[in-house]
């Protein structure tokens, strides 16, 4: 059996150029518009955490990030807040989407703390899926995937910190990389016990 991938697309990297072209869209003073980011930023922050986001920090960067690239490849945007917003609201909705995939394989990865003599068979086929399918990974990226899930709330954010400078990448394209590979994990568990994807 072949380890399914999803198709990858060229990572976009925010350069200074571009948070320069997004910065002077909020103001042209330089300092007036770090302050309108910061302000804008705070904002994000709490509409995330307002709709329950368990990463509003992850999610705020990452709307101002597409928003300073659409900035970049010369995208008219008139109204920029209402604009910063709708992004936000697409960013949290494809949350909502990786939120509901991160469950169920959490639920099968909690399969592997029960003691095989209390496993019914459906459990058993479960965990045997995510042990055949973890297989399948080179050691780094059985590793990185394993780790990066390992800790809850502060613990975790530290330890990921710390991941990431092992592996000598940002938390951001550290981030990047767990969530690729737990789609392919999650992808591989579902062929594997025969459940199609919708």
Not at 109 to 115: I, R, T, V
Request: glycine content about 6%.
């Amino acid at each position: 059996m072949e380890f399914p991938t999803t198709p990858t697309k060229k990572e976009w990297v925010l350069t200074k150029e571009a948070f320069d072209s997004f910065l002077a869209r909020l103001d042209r003073d330089r300092d007036r518009a770090g302050e309108k980011y910061e302000s804008v930023r705070l904002k994000l922050l709490k509409y995330f955490q307002w709709r329950g986001s368990d990463s509003s920090d992850a999610e705020a960067d990452e709307t101002l990030n597409r928003v300073a690239r659409r900035i970049e490849e010369g995208e008219n945007v008139y109204n920029l807040n209402g604009y910063i917003y709708g992004v936000a609201k697409m960013v949290y909705a494809e949350g909502l989407k990786l939120r509901s995939r991160k469950q169920g394989l959490d639920e099968a990865s909690d399969l592997e703390a029960k003691p095989v003599e209390e496993e019914d068979p459906e459990v058993a086929e479960r965990r045997t899926c995510l042990e055949r399918c973890l297989g399948y990974l080179s050691d780094e990226d059985r590793e990185t995937i394993l780790e990066y899930y390992q800790f809850e709330k502060g613990n975790k954010i530290e330890h990921r910190k710390k991941l990431a400078a092992r592996f000598g990448i940002s938390p951001n394209a550290l981030r990047i990389k767990a969530h690729r590979k737990r789609v392919n994990l999650e992808a591989c568990v579902r062929e594997c016990l025969g459940v199609s994807c919708s």
